[in-house]
């Protein structure tokens, strides 16, 4: 604080692009993480970055049943949901840190 009780603006300033430029750095870091998900015992496998972007999905031959694709599909909503859960604690653990320090400034999940 300066006197009279005002911030000094030079000073928010600063920490302002300094927390613009961490954020920034935990988004690409999240971008270039890969988390995966499965289901069926790992008959399904789905693979997405830690932004959430899907990859891929392995699906194990054993899990192929011509008589029965509702399970198969199921498995693969399920795998997804895995990776998309693992995902979101992903970035949990990486911008919750740099959330808390701005006082949550709105943003989503935090």
């Known amino acids: 604080m300066r006197p009279g009780g005002q911030p000094d603006m030079q000073q928010l300033m600063k920490q ?43 699906i194990s031959p054993q899990a192929v049943d011509p008589d029965d694709v509702e399970t198969l599909q199921d498995l693969v909503v399920a795998a997804v949901r895995d ?19 701005m006082g949550g400034m709105g943003l989503p999940g935090f």
């Open 83 to 101: 990776a998309n859960r693992a995902a979101g604690e992903l970035t949990q653990s990486t911008m919750g840190p740099l959330a808390g320090g």
């Open 16 to 58: 302002a692009q300094k927390m613009q430029q961490q954020l920034a750095a935990a988004q690409e870091q999240l971008a270039q993480a890969e988390v995966t998900g499965t289901a069926g015992g790992g008959m399904v496998t789905a693979t997405m970055t830690g932004s959430g972007e899907l990859t891929a999905i392995a």
